[in-house]
């Protein structure tokens, strides 16, 4: 059994909380950055991600629920999930955390995936930018991997310290 991997990301947007909220909440807005959604957006509820870039869909239940700040979702293949929401001045921060069994050989592959994620939130949010999922940047997902997550860095903690500062 592969022991459960903790990584962890940080974000600031120069939105508000509410904007920030229904873009990981409301499914046609969950599309244009992570992947085909439906949601039952309460406590106990259901919420199903099927990454459009790949093959994997993740059904999950909503295990913890405080609008507009915290949703954590629980499911395979992808464990727990939480994104926390905190007002900024004007803006927001977004704190992901993600929580699952990650073999060794997949590690990388991971972080690079939720940091290229993370990105395409904040370029949605920022400017409207929809991923065109048949057609996407695997070069851009390949960048940060090769950036962040390849080795390159001394250690992967500093590695995702570098990730979450970003």
């Keep these: ?25 409301e499914p046609g ?10 949601v039952d957006l309460r406590l106990g509820g259901t919420m199903r991600i099927e990454w459009l870039n790949g093959d994997v869909t993740m059904p999950a239940t909503i295990t913890e629920l405080d609008p507009p700040h915290v949703l954590e979702i629980e499911g395979e293949p992808h464990g727990r999930l939480r994104f926390e929401l ?59 991997h090769d950036t962040y997550y390849s080795g390159e860095l001394d250690s992967e903690r500093q590695s995702s310290r570098q990730a979450a500062e970003r």
């Design 29 to 38: 807005e969950i599309e244009a950055w992570w992947g085909r959604a439906t």
């Design 86 to 144: 905190e007002a900024d001045g004007d803006g927001t921060v977004l704190r992901f955390i993600a929580r699952s069994p990650v073999p060794d050989e997949f590690l990388s592959k991971v972080q690079a995936g939720w940091h290229f994620h993370l990105d395409a939130l904040v370029d949605f949010v920022d400017g409207g930018t929809r991923i065109d999922w048949p057609n996407w940047p695997l070069d851009r997902w390949q960048a940060i």
């Design 1 to 25: 059994m592969t022991p459960d991997v903790t990584l962890r990301f940080e974000r600031r947007l120069q939105h508000p909380v509410q904007r920030v909220w229904a873009a990981i909440t």
